[in-house]
């Protein structure tokens, strides 16, 4: 069997879909037919740039600005998708962010903050996809999460207690709607090249570096290759999965 990605006629959603990975991966959804509507919560420059980026795909992209931390900015995007007749055949929950700080220093602010858009926005955008695919009864839903949530970094206890949370969110949300047709799953990046760890100090970067078996950090592209896989009909049996894209990590 030879596998291609085409997506054509099915639409995806993407949080956090104009940098750094979550560009990757809307890039890689329009270069393989799909309609996008990608997120971002405000980097109003980075947004046009990317906008600027992707004029070949102007019909299949649209880009929304809100905080899917904020739940009732994300039930207020989905009434309007709605109402504008889109039908969602693929959510990829990519929204995060860092803040980062050792606990006994770490502000109640950051802590809640990481919660509410890395694990929060998970579930919201979730919950109304999952509304909205069931009565298509087909559907799939890809958080992207991290081994931070698994092997714990230092100064990062918020990241990491999100990022659990996002598998165990995914493990149980997947046996909510196999029967639907619907499978969740997680992607878990490694050090990959982005903004995202661009603030690492160098000595940290290289111990980072020091710790990947592969001796690099990831590119964006390899992560998106991967979310594709798990939204094609080829991976209609895989889910409640977390796949690891780290170099060995």
Not at 162 to 191: D, H, M, W, Y
């Amino acid at each position: 069997m030879t596998t291609t990605f085409n997506f054509t006629g099915r639409t995806a959603i993407v949080t956090g879909g104009t940098r750094g990975i979550g560009a990757a991966i809307t890039l890689a959804l329009l270069k393989a037919g799909a309609a996008v509507h990608a997120t971002y919560a405000g980097n109003e420059a980075a947004a046009a740039a990317f906008q600027a980026a992707c004029a070949e795909f102007a019909g299949r992209l649209t880009l929304h600005r809100f905080d899917v931390g904020d739940y009732a900015a994300v039930e207020h995007f989905y009434k309007g998708i709605e109402a504008a007749g889109v039908k969602p055949d693929i959510l990829v929950n990519n929204a995060g962010i860092r803040r980062d700080g050792v606990v006994g220093m770490l502000s109640r602010d950051d802590w809640q903050k990481v919660l509410d858009t890395n694990l929060g926005g998970t579930y919201a955008m979730s919950k109304f996809a999952v509304q909205l695919m069931m009565r298509n009864r087909s559907g799939r839903i890809i958080s992207i999460t991290s081994p931070s949530g698994k092997l714990g970094f230092e100064g990062q206890a918020n990241y990491a207690a999100a990022k659990a949370g996002q598998v165990a969110f995914t493990r149980s949300l997947s046996k909510e709607v196999a029967r639907r047709g619907i499978t969740v799953n997680c992607v878990s990046p490694g050090f990959i090249e982005t903004d995202f760890i661009a603030d690492l100090p160098a000595e940290t970067a290289a111990a980072y570096r020091a710790m990947v078996p592969m001796k690099r950090f990831g590119k964006a592209e390899e992560v998106a290759s991967s979310v594709l896989f798990l939204a094609s009909a080829e991976a209609a049996y895989i889910t409640g999965a977390t796949l690891e894209i780290t170099g060995g990590l």
